[in-house]
């Protein structure tokens, strides 16, 4: 009876200690909750940069103002879908980074914002290049300039059109234009003396302001305004323009700041397009398009 006791104690002390064995080897074998102790890095999955992230999670994100034809519009035919020059342009740029395109329709000065604001990916709305753009964000290589440039000038009603020679007779006049533009940059940089400065939010509010009567006059891309007097009566635009710095010219791709691969990737797109004619084609596709839809 006594041996059996023995026997019965040494066998419990043997399972006592395999079990102590297997839960020590257990825990020392466990990775880390931090990953420090298997070796891994935490860091090592996350994108290097915005490239990077735009082809892991699978779409590129294109902020655009879509109030200015032929580059961006509302296809009221097509369930209010974004068309456009440029809109051919994001499609190009997805395509190439094989993702699929998401366009974001904003006010204009929205679209700038999310840009430096890091919020999406670029901005494609018919940039044109101003210096405190290019501090703000990367811009890309030009990628369309008119052959035949209209440039930018002043939409007024067309019964008051003969009273206006030149700037100088703006004097003591309200003016329109779009908040953040090129043309609130001329505005305010090459005409004096008026009353009023009114920042709207896109190019068509502001010609409706002159079409009511609350404005005198709105800043214009020429090209652009006359797609609107051609489906507007009652309007027109004046044959004395802005002075346009050559080195401004061509519109452009806006950037968040430092995403240095992503302009790179943008740009191969740009100089492909650029090259082939491509964008041009877009351009006089959609400009006889927008006629069609009457685009305001």
Same mark, same amino acid.
């Given at each position: ?40 890095? !935490? $860091? ?5 940069? @915005?490239? *990077? %992230? ?7 994100? &294109?902020?655009? =103002? ?58 494609? !709305? $018919? ?5 405190? @753009?290019? *501090? %703000? ?7 369309? &300039?008119?052959? =035949? ?69 709105? %800043? ?77």
């Amino acid at each position: 009876m006594k041996c059996n006791n023995k026997k019965g104690a040494f066998s419990a002390l043997l399972v006592f200690c395999a079990l102590i064995f297997t839960l020590t080897a257990c825990n020392s074998t466990a990775p880390s909750s931090s990953g420090e102790a298997s070796g891994g890095d !935490s $860091s090592s999955s996350q994108p290097a940069n @915005r490239l *990077e %992230a735009i082809k892991a999670r699978g779409y590129l994100e &294109v902020a655009t =103002e879509p109030y200015f034809a032929p580059n961006e519009f509302i296809d009221s035919t097509k369930n209010g879908e974004v068309v456009g020059s440029d809109i051919e342009l994001a499609k190009r740029i997805a395509d190439r980074l094989g993702v699929e395109l998401r366009v974001v329709p904003l006010e204009f000065t929205a679209v700038l914002s999310s840009v430096t604001e890091g919020k999406y990916d670029m901005a494609i !709305s $018919s940039l044109a290049y101003m210096p405190s @753009r290019a *501090e %703000a964000m990367e811009l890309s290589k030009g990628y369309y &300039v008119n052959p =035949e440039q209209k440039g930018y000038g002043l939409l007024v009603r067309a019964e008051d059109a003969d009273q206006y020679q030149s700037f100088d007779d703006f004097q003591g006049k309200t003016i329109a234009c779009q908040s953040g533009s090129l043309q609130e940059m001329f505005v305010t940089d090459q005409m004096s003396g008026l009353k009023e400065v009114v920042r709207v939010s896109s190019s068509t509010d502001a010609y409706l302001m002159v079409s009511e009567g609350k404005a005198d006059a709105a %800043a214009c891309s020429i090209a652009s305004a006359e797609l609107y007097t051609g489906a507007n009566e009652g309007l027109a635009t004046l044959d004395f323009k802005f002075y346009f710095d050559p080195q401004y010219d061509g519109t452009r791709v806006g950037i968040p700041k430092g995403e240095t691969e992503l302009l790179d990737a943008v740009n191969q797109v740009i100089d492909e397009v650029v090259e082939s004619g491509e964008y041009e084609e877009w351009y006089a596709q959609y400009t006889e398009y927008a006629k069609t839809l009457g685009i305001e």
